[in-house]
């Protein structure tokens, strides 16, 4: 056996656990949640800013298309879709180390629970607007106010905790 595949078959690897597995599977829950959440909430807040529905969603596509996606104020896939997907999976991949934490956690009370999803919408928000190089931010500062866009992350903290709540009534939770 070559020595590179011996050496493969020998590496300790994360497992995959049912604990990690539950994880996962609350997250894609708690994820999507907060992604449609936090989208209403860009439809509403762009609407009440006299701006199309749509361009939050679009805006967000800006890290393919540049800032000039934020103008598109009707749907299409390249946009929209693109935008949409972009956000959907950036909501989920902040559900995961929330859902993470409430693994350590479980079985807190909703004021806890509420609290711990602010927090981490709130260090979505640093990383997506403080952290990240400008082309990979969500792209709402293009289309929304900053009172805007800190309610749409109230919406995305919001989403976690109904998504969280959600996903301990419809998954079992491993001992």
Do not use: C
Request: hydrophobic content about 55%.
């Amino acid at each position: 056996m070559p020595a590179v595949k011996r050496i493969m078959l020998n590496m300790d690897l994360p497992r995959v656990n049912e604990r990690n597995l539950h994880v996962l599977r609350a997250s894609l829950v708690s994820g999507t949640i907060a992604s449609l959440a936090s989208t209403a909430a860009l439809v509403l807040l762009a609407k009440a800013q006299k701006k199309s529905a749509l361009q939050p969603l679009n805006a967000t596509s800006h890290w393919l298309h540049g800032a000039k996606a934020a103008e598109r104020d009707t749907a299409d896939v390249a946009h929209t879709a693109v935008g949409y997907a972009t956000h959907h999976a950036s909501a989920i991949f902040w559900a995961l180390p929330f859902q993470a934490w409430l693994a350590l956690r479980p079985n807190r009370a909703s004021s806890a629970l509420l609290r711990d999803a602010a927090v981490m919408s709130a260090i979505a928000a640093a990383v997506d607007y403080g952290v990240v190089p400008k082309r990979l931010t969500p792209g709402w500062e293009l289309v929304l106010s900053k009172t805007s866009m800190f309610a749409a992350y109230g919406a995305l903290a919001i989403g976690l905790f109904a998504g969280a709540r959600l996903a301990e009534g419809l998954l079992h939770r491993p001992e």
